[in-house]
């Protein structure tokens, strides 16, 4: 078990302040201590003078020059006057978030393109993958004397145990293939459930309760049956054809699921905790946004939609720097891995660029 990493800074850095630990993250940061694209990235881009962000734009479509088999640029609806508009540009590289950016291009199809752009292969919203969450358990541990409070400081992160089954020399599974790991906080809390009213229950409140928390995050194999589709009756707010999300649990992830509950049970036994609850319940839908895999990457263009550098086979100014190239999507968080190929899909793509092929 180890401390979760959390990108806060501890000490300023151009213009951010360092983190004063204050705990509530999930309300938005004052100071910007802690990593955000808006903090971040888009704010260097904006600097450099060469970015204009042009915000409440939903991309619908990609715009094609389908005499040169380019994509010229994207049709966008202005969310707050819902018009159209379209915008040009040289290369066009879709960012939208895995199950997003895959519905632009499906809802992108033509005449030369006609299951959706980029789709000669036909795998384009198919192998969709998310990581399994719903297996897992809690248990009390003494609290030490330790005062609980409503609101007070806290760490932003809680505690991570690293991938053990199915590892290299680590006890294996006979149901199942590859792993996960555990996600885990802990929290001091009021007895919020303690009996009575009155005198004796804002006493019996005060008795802390310590409770550990584990949550398995278990990688889901890419099968062909998890897949998007364009809603053919259903528009969003904008007049945007929606998807049709289809995903369910296959034997691998349903016998994940059980483990996930069962080791945690014997995880938080063996660490002394009492009222001991586990849980394993089926996953499909997911959230999280660690969805991926619809746009897969691969050096054969008749199975793939992607290169290596997340340039589409089909188009080549046309690219997807998200997770929907990952071909797995293992148990670890994704967007690490998400900005380290984007980084490099950029350096592909200004080169490619510089060199005219662009
Ligand atoms: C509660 C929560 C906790 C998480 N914790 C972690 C974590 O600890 N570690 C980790 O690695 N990952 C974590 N994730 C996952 C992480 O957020 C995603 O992996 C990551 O944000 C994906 O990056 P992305 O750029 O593909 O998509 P996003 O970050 O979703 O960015 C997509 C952008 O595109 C915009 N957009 C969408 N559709 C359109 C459109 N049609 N037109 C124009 N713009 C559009 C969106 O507004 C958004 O700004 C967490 C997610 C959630 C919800
Ligand atoms: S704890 Fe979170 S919200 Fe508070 S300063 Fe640090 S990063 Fe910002």
Request: proline share 5%.
């Amino acid at each position: 078990m180890t401390p979760a990493r959390s990108a806060n800074l501890t000490r300023p850095l151009n213009g951010r302040g360092a983190c004063h630990y204050c705990g509530p993250c999930e309300r938005g940061c004052q100071t910007r201590s802690y990593f955000n694209s808006a903090f971040t990235t888009v704010a260097d881009a904006i600097q450099t003078g060469n970015c204009t962000l042009i915000s409440n734009a939903m991309v619908y479509r990609v715009l094609m020059d389908a005499d040169r088999n380019r994509a010229r640029g994207v049709l966008y609806i202005d969310r707050n006057t819902r018009q159209p508009h379209e915008i040009y540009a040289r290369g066009i590289v879709l960012c939208a978030q895995a199950q997003e950016s895959v519905r632009i291009l499906l809802n992108s199809a033509n005449r030369q393109h006609a299951n959706g752009l980029a789709n000669s292969s036909g795998v384009l919203g198919h192998y969709l993958t998310a990581h399994v969450r719903t297996g897992g358990g809690s248990g009390e541990f003494p609290t030490f004397d330790a005062k609980p409070t409503l609101g007070g400081p806290k760490r932003p992160l809680g505690f991570y145990v690293a991938r053990f089954r199915n590892t290299k020399g680590g006890p294996r599974s006979k149901n199942f293939l590859r792993g996960y790991g555990f996600e885990g906080d802990t929290e001091l809390s009021f007895n919020w459930s303690a009996p009575s009213f009155g005198e004796t229950y804002k006493k019996a409140l005060r008795d802390p309760r310590a409770q550990v928390n584990v949550q398995g995050f278990g990688e889901v194999l890419p099968r062909w049956d998890n897949y998007l589709e364009i809603d053919r009756k259903l528009v969003d707010h904008y007049g945007i054809p929606v998807l049709k999300i289809h995903m369910s649990d296959g034997p691998n992830e349903q016998a994940m699921i059980k483990d996930m509950a069962e080791s945690a049970g014997e995880l938080l036994q063996a660490a002394g905790a009492k009222n001991i609850r586990t849980f394993a319940n089926p996953s499909a839908p997911r959230w999280a946004v660690h969805e991926a895999g619809i746009a897969r990457m691969g050096n054969d263009p008749k199975k793939s939609v992607l290169t290596q550098f997340q340039q589409t086979h089909d188009v080549r100014n046309l690219f997807v720097m998200d997770a929907s190239g990952f071909t797995s999507n293992p148990c670890q968080n994704p967007t690490l891995t998400i900005m380290a190929l984007c980084v490099r899909s950029c350096d592909y793509l200004m080169d490619e660029m510089k060199r005219g092929n662009i």
